[in-house]
């Protein structure tokens, strides 16, 4: 599908279909959601505060009053949380025809390294790990639909790396680097997750997406509270996109037949806002070394966890 010049992309009649969008009980989420219950589709929305889970809920139903929305609990930091939402999903056999990961947190203006209860680096563990445990959780119906996994990256993913010896970013933290390498941990599992599907047959079809630069969504507080006024700021405002823009790229990647993974984001300047279009892919998170590399990483961890739960 082309890029479109202005304007929201016109998504296919999507009734009959049911897509999980984690992250939608605020910013970009709320309208990726809301672009999708527009075209007819049924929605799981898993938040981890229902009361702005209800209020994202409201907020899609004034443009799609007919929205069939299905809000359920979801704290992508704790891995408790993550296997009870699979569980259910599994046990009541929800067909999920789409998934998109889009929930993501960066604790910018904060210097201090956080760590969840799970004792995983919280970037690490919201905008990779719980996904990557969610997914892999949910693949017996993500195949039995032949899915298809929206991934919601980040212009940081192009511009960061792993420390694959120090993947927890233990070592010199900084926000924007935990960040930064959750995101290339993310886009590796991505690519990883499309290539097994095409190696075993899964049919489960894999896209990339980044918003650009969203300047008001409630992501990065501290971030704008400190920057109010200042250059940096401008220039997001400037050239940056709204929240319902920025949901563009995720639901063009959501709606995209070809199986091959595709990357869609703003065509603007710099990739920070402008229409939705296939954008030039981040190569190194398409290797697929690292990505093999990665999975076996998360799976470890993820391993080494139930482990000490259970001892
Ligand atoms: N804004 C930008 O400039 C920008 C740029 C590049 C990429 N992105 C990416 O775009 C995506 C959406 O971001 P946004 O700008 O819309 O931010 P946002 O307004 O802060 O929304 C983030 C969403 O993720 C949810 N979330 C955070 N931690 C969670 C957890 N532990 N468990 C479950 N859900 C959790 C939030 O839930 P609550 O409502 O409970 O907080 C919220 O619904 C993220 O993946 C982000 O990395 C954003």
Redesign the pocket.
């Known amino acids: 599908m082309a890029s479109t010049p202005t304007g929201p992309i016109r998504l296919p009649d999507l009734r009959g279909r049911t897509a999980l969008v984690?992250?939608?009980?605020?910013?970009?989420?709320?309208?990726i959601a809301r672009g999708l219950a527009g075209a007819g589709a049924d929605l799981v929305l898993?938040?981890?505060?229902r009361d702005?889970?209800t209020r994202?809920a409201e907020s899609v139903w004034e443009t799609a009053p007919e929205a069939e929305i299905s809000l359920r609990d979801?704290?992508?930091?704790?891995l408790d949380?993550v296997r009870a939402l699979a569980e259910s999903l599994r046990a009541e056999r929800a067909p999920l025809d789409l998934v998109v990961?889009?929930?993501?947190?960066?604790l910018l203006g904060d210097p201090e390294r956080h760590v969840?209860d799970d004792g995983f680096e919280?970037h690490l563990?919201?905008?990779f790990l719980?996904h990557f445990a969610l997914t892999t959780a949910l693949l017996p119906l993500l195949r039995e639909r032949r899915a298809r996994i929206v991934v919601?990256?980040?212009?940081?993913a192009g511009v960061s790396r792993i420390a694959w010896d120090d993947l927890q970013t233990a070592r010199r933290y900084s926000a924007l680097r935990a960040?930064g390498a959750s995101?290339v941990a993310?886009g590796l599992f991505g690519y990883e997750l499309a290539r097994r599907s095409e190696a075993e047959g899964w049919g489960v079809v894999v896209h990339l997406s980044?918003?650009?630069?969203?300047?008001?969504?409630?992501?990065?507080p501290a971030m704008r509270a400190r920057d109010r006024g200042g250059p940096g700021r401008a220039l997001?405002e400037r050239l940056?996109?709204t929240?319902a823009q920025?949901a563009q790229p995720a639901l063009l990647a959501a709606v995209t037949i070809d199986p091959a993974p595709g990357f869609f984001g703003p065509t603007g300047v710099l990739h920070f806002g402008g229409p939705a279009g296939p954008v030039p892919r981040y190569r190194r998170l398409a290797d697929p070394d690292a990505g093999g590399r990665l999975w076996a990483a998360a799976e470890e961890l993820l391993r080494d966890r139930a482990d000490a739960v259970r001892a």
Request: net charge neutral.
């Open positions: 984690t992250g939608a009980s605020d910013g970009v989420g709320v309208e898993p938040v981890r505060n702005k889970g994202a979801l704290d992508l930091a704790r949380s990961l889009n929930a993501g947190i960066v969840s919280l563990q919201t905008n719980g919601q990256l980040s212009l940081a960040y995101k993310l980044h918003p650009g630069v969203v300047p008001d969504t409630g992501i990065a997001a940056g996109n929240p920025a």
